[in-house]
């Protein structure tokens, strides 16, 4: 195949004259530049026009974006200070078991504590909930009696609750 078509080229340059030959080098010379703009050159430049029209915009939304990382980290230190104490504590505690599916028997206010009586719970459920309202509250065990049930898994309880920042 290769061969048929060197062949084919060869007759066909061999045919032409020397005006023809010279006109078909220049003519493919001038096509092979107008392709090479048209499909290289010439959207790479509009591109890096494009690109540098929206550079400014993009170097604004940057400046934002990090002015609100900045604020949003300086407010992270300012809401880890604040915990609710007394019958707020009493209120978020009391949903969050709730949200959890532990239903408490008692749930008190006992001085700067918030003492919580569960009966027939689920130990990995209730240790589930005390890391995460040890987190979000910001409290921490001051007294605990948990006593094991039959039932694996199951634990009859009583807790006292108070802010991590008093001890």
Same mark, same amino acid.
């Given at each position: 195949?290769?061969?048929?078509l060197?062949?084919?080229?060869?007759?066909f340059?061999?045919a032409?004259n020397?005006?023809?030959?010279?006109?078909?080098?220049?003519? +493919?010379?001038?096509?092979a530049?107008?392709?090479?703009w048209s499909v290289?050159? +010439?959207?790479a430049?509009?591109?890096r026009?494009?690109?540098?029209?929206?550079?400014?915009?993009m170097?604004r939304?940057?400046a934002?974006?990090?002015?609100?990382?900045?604020e @949003?980290?300086?407010?992270?230190?300012?809401a880890?200070?604040? @915990?609710?104490?007394?019958g707020?504590?009493?209120?978020?505690?009391?949903? +969050?078991?709730? &949200?959890?599916?532990l239903?408490? #028997?008692?749930v008190?206010?006992?001085g +700067?504590a918030?003492? #919580?009586q569960?009966k027939?719970?689920?130990?990995?459920?209730w240790?589930?909930w005390?890391? &995460?309202?040890?987190?979000?509250?910001k409290?921490?065990?001051s007294?605990?009696?948990?006593t094991?049930?039959k039932? &694996?898994?199951?634990? &009859?309880?009583?807790?006292?609750?108070?802010?991590?920042t #008093?001890?």
């Amino acid at each position: 195949m290769k061969e048929q078509l060197l062949e084919a080229w060869a007759s066909f340059w061999g045919a032409r004259n020397p005006r023809e030959k010279a006109l078909l080098t220049w003519g +493919s010379v001038v096509l092979a530049m107008v392709i090479a703009w048209s499909v290289l050159w +010439s959207p790479a430049q509009e591109g890096r026009a494009h690109l540098l029209e929206q550079l400014p915009g993009m170097q604004r939304e940057l400046a934002q974006m990090t002015a609100q990382a900045n604020e @949003a980290r300086a407010l992270t230190g300012v809401a880890q200070g604040v @915990a609710p104490t007394g019958g707020a504590l009493k209120d978020a505690l009391t949903a +969050s078991l709730s &949200d959890h599916g532990l239903n408490p #028997i008692q749930v008190q206010v006992i001085g +700067s504590a918030v003492q #919580i009586q569960l009966k027939n719970a689920s130990f990995p459920a209730w240790t589930a909930w005390l890391d &995460d309202v040890r987190r979000q509250f910001k409290v921490q065990v001051s007294e605990a009696h948990v006593t094991a049930l039959k039932e &694996d898994g199951q634990v &009859d309880l009583t807790a006292s609750l108070q802010p991590a920042t #008093i001890k």
